[in-house]
């Protein structure tokens, strides 16, 4: 048996870059921001990848500082570099399910968009 799941809570490190294809499909690419216990230490960075429906409502609603929560899987891009022809990989997490998480009034108080449910954190826990 394997598995393979992964759980976030952070905030967007930017807003997302929304792609829409003539399929119809659309798909949304940000970085997340994950703090550790230690407020000494650095957040953790990482690539999200959100396609259909979920996509579309990181597209309308995440911008940069939301507080998100997201279920998915860890997956490796690979590719060959057009410059220097040697293979590239980079660290994804493929999100299966989106929770806007941070409260209306947090929204507003930093003046972005979205909506989602619960209370963020306080200004002193956002890592930037």
Known sequence: MSVNSVTLVGRAGRDPEVRYFESGTVVANLTMAVNRRSRDDEPDW???EIWGK???VAADY?????LLGVI????LDRWTDRNTGEER????????RL?????????EASNFGGGGFGDGPSEEEVPF
């Open 72 to 75: 998915g899987s860890f997956k």
């Open 46 to 48: 990482f690539n999200l």
């Open 62 to 66: 995440v911008k940069k500082g939301s």
């Open 54 to 56: 979920q996509a579309q």
């Open 99 to 107: 929770e806007l998480l941070g409260s209306k009034r947090d929204a």
């Open 89 to 96: 990989t980079k660290p994804v997490v493929r999100v299966d």
